[in-house]
């Protein structure tokens, strides 16, 4: 844990719920809060990681809560006007070991992420396609593990992996092509490495 330029390990004990009434001193839940009448907290406090303005559904929302956190400012500005309750900001933390990499030669671009309607694949292709009829020499790694094809022999699917600082830090592009994002850890960490983004223009991508 990095708290404050201090590291130290602490312990945390994790379980499964069964139903039982629980008591602690904060209460932090991300999206559904269904079990928040079984809990007896000093504080209640909803984390926000939804870009609302995005979605079908509202955000929840319960008398208990005594606070309201976004993971960005563009996420809580979209909670307070969607339900009028203010909402603080808290940044998920990043702390990477920026490995000893030079760039690739030529044009190396990386993707790492689920390939579904939110993050807007169709984007990809379309890249793909202007770059192939642009003669352009590049390579583009998509590390997912969906089964997906791309109709040429630039792109290359891999199987995704846990720690792709090296990859990302190695690469010319991180591709970002989502149509929402409430914070976005990949474009954060891509830029501590140094690698620049292409992405989608979204509000939380110029906060970033």
């Not at 839940?29 to 079984?38: A, E, G, H, R, S």
């Not at 990681?49 to 995005?54: E, K, N, W």
């Not at 956190?69 to 998920?92: H, L, M, Q, R, W």
Request: include cysteine; hydrophobic fraction near 35%; charged fraction near 25%.
């Amino acid at each position: 844990l990095n708290y404050k330029g201090k590291m130290k390990q602490i312990e945390i004990k994790v379980r499964k719920y069964k139903g039982e009434k629980l008591v602690c001193d904060k209460f932090l839940v991300n999206y559904n809060p269904d079990i928040i009448d079984n809990v007896e907290a000093k504080e209640y406090i909803m984390m926000i990681h939804c870009d609302y303005s995005g979605v079908a559904f509202k955000p929840f929302t319960h008398p208990k809560f005594t606070k309201y956190i976004g993971v960005s400012k563009y996420v809580s500005d979209v909670f307070t006007n969607i339900t009028g309750i203010p909402a603080e900001t808290c940044y998920n933390p990043i702390d990477i070991e920026i490995p000893k990499v030079k760039k690739k030669d030529g044009l190396h671009i990386i993707y790492a992420g689920r390939l579904t309607s939110e993050k807007n694949g169709v984007l990809i292709d379309r890249l793909r396609e202007k770059l192939d009829k642009a003669g352009v020499n590049y390579d583009l790694t998509i590390y997912t593990n969906q089964r997906v094809f791309f109709d040429s022999p630039n792109v290359i699917i891999r199987e995704p992996k846990l720690d792709l600082t090296k990859e990302m830090a190695e690469a010319t592009f991180t591709l970002i092509t989502s149509k929402h994002e409430a914070y976005c850890f990949s474009a954060v960490e891509s830029l501590v490495l140094g690698t620049p983004l292409i992405c989608t223009d979204l509000p939380v991508f110029k906060e970033i």
